[in-house]
């Protein structure tokens, strides 16, 4: 049987990034101020997750996969890749207007890679913060192509954009035109993929003062245009005396709940892992093999091998708890 298992963070400097990851969430970044993305749990050729302490302390996600499969994954996994990418974000800057595609177009482009359905969930929020999440409804192919060539003020006419707050949770399928503005940190739990087209990227130049790649084409193909709008999801708290429990997401992918707890509370694995961020405060995580504590800015991974574990905070957290459907 597995331990609760930590991983150390993989940090990825991008030009839109901050310092958030550092100061908000206590990431061990330098002195520079692009500091994009946390990636927690990955297994993929960008991000190989390795385990930080305890019994495994230096190995790979990956290899933990091959060499025990049954504990960490359960039963009824199939796969050879673990399926779930969770990382935390800082959008110090607007990020390019992109879209990933679905499962089929994403072997079609690269028969390595996953489609990209993900969710976000706000950690927190400038009070002027914006996200696109979607395009306008009756918004066309044609109208799109046309309003990319004809510059930024017709492309913001095109699309979704709505202000957000912290607890916010956004849920955005593959196909999804969408982009996060300036002042955002955030949750994200998506397919085990890094296949991202731009449709457009404000007219800026990387550090080598050139554009990045635009990818126009790619992103119509997989742009579905009969999504529309796509709002923040509504949750409906319910309220266990000890914790509070809000489902947030639940999608052929993941699912994922928020839980507020007040005093130690026991979870059933199902023959499933559970992955779990710590949002705010600090916790004690324990099953059968061993324990871990983990404070906010943190993710555990519980092995589906563990028949129950529990979650003790240290006053009151708040956590998302991920697992498969």
């Known amino acids: 049987m597995l331990p609760p298992l930590t991983f150390q963070p993989?940090?990825?400097?991008?030009?839109?990034?901050?310092?958030?990851?550092?100061?908000?969430?206590?990431?061990?970044?330098?002195?520079?101020?692009?500091?994009?993305?946390?990636?927690?749990?990955?297994?993929?050729?960008?991000?190989?997750?390795?385990?930080?302490?305890?019994?495994?302390?230096?190995?790979?996600?990956?290899?933990?996969?091959?060499?025990?499969?049954?504990?960490?994954?359960?039963?009824?996994?199939?796969?050879?890749?673990?399926?779930?990418?969770i990382k935390f974000l800082d959008a110090n800057d607007w990020l390019s207007l992109q879209v990933h595609p679905g499962?089929?177009?994403?072997?079609?482009?690269?028969?390595?890679?996953?489609?990209?359905?993900?969710?976000?969930?706000?950690?927190d929020a400038q009070p002027d913060s914006q996200l696109c999440s979607g395009l306008k409804s009756g918004v066309t192919r044609e109208q799109l192509a046309s309003a990319l060539n004809a510059g930024p003020a017709a492309i913001e006419e095109c699309l979704h954009i709505i202000p957000v707050k912290a607890g916010d949770c956004v849920f955005v399928p593959a196909g999804t035109v969408h982009a996060l503005g300036p002042g955002i940190v955030l949750a994200e739990?998506?397919?085990?993929?890094?296949?991202?087209?731009?449709?457009?990227?404000?007219?800026?130049?990387?550090?080598?003062?050139?554009?990045?790649?635009?990818?126009?084409?790619?992103?119509?193909?997989?742009?579905?245009?009969?999504?529309?709008?796509?709002?923040?999801?509504?949750?409906?708290?319910?309220?266990?005396q000890t914790s509070m429990s809000e489902s947030l997401v639940r999608c052929p992918?993941?699912?994922?709940?928020?839980?507020?707890?007040?005093?130690?509370?026991?979870?059933v694995a199902n023959d499933g892992f559970r992955i779990v961020l710590i949002l705010d405060g600090s916790v004690s995580i324990s099953n059968e093999a061993g324990n871990?504590?983990?404070?906010?800015?943190?993710?555990?991974?519980?092995?589906?091998?563990s028949e129950h574990f529990e979650i003790t905070p240290h006053g009151s957290a708040v956590l998302l708890e991920v697992s498969l459907p």
């Open 103 to 123: 499962d089929a177009l994403a072997k079609q482009f690269d028969p390595r890679e996953n489609g990209k359905t993900e969710a976000w969930v706000i950690l």
């Open 253 to 267: 992918y993941f699912v994922i709940r928020r839980q507020t707890l007040w005093s130690r509370a026991t979870f």
């Open 10 to 85: 993989i940090l990825k400097r991008i030009r839109w990034g901050g310092r958030k990851l550092g100061t908000l969430l206590g990431k061990p970044i330098g002195p520079e101020t692009d500091y994009a993305e946390s990636w927690e749990i990955a297994d993929h050729a960008d991000g190989q997750s390795i385990v930080a302490s305890g019994p495994f302390a230096g190995r790979t996600l990956s290899s933990l996969l091959q060499t025990h499969r049954l504990d960490l994954m359960g039963s009824a996994f199939t796969g050879s890749q673990f399926p779930l990418l």
């Open 189 to 240: 739990v998506q397919q085990q993929s890094n296949l991202t087209f731009r449709l457009y990227d404000w007219g800026r130049l990387d550090a080598q003062g050139k554009p990045r790649p635009i990818h126009v084409q790619e992103s119509l193909l997989c742009t579905d245009f009969l999504r529309g709008p796509v709002n923040p999801v509504t949750t409906a708290a319910v309220d266990q």
């Open 292 to 305: 871990v504590t983990a404070r906010k800015g943190e993710t555990v991974l519980v092995p589906a091998s």
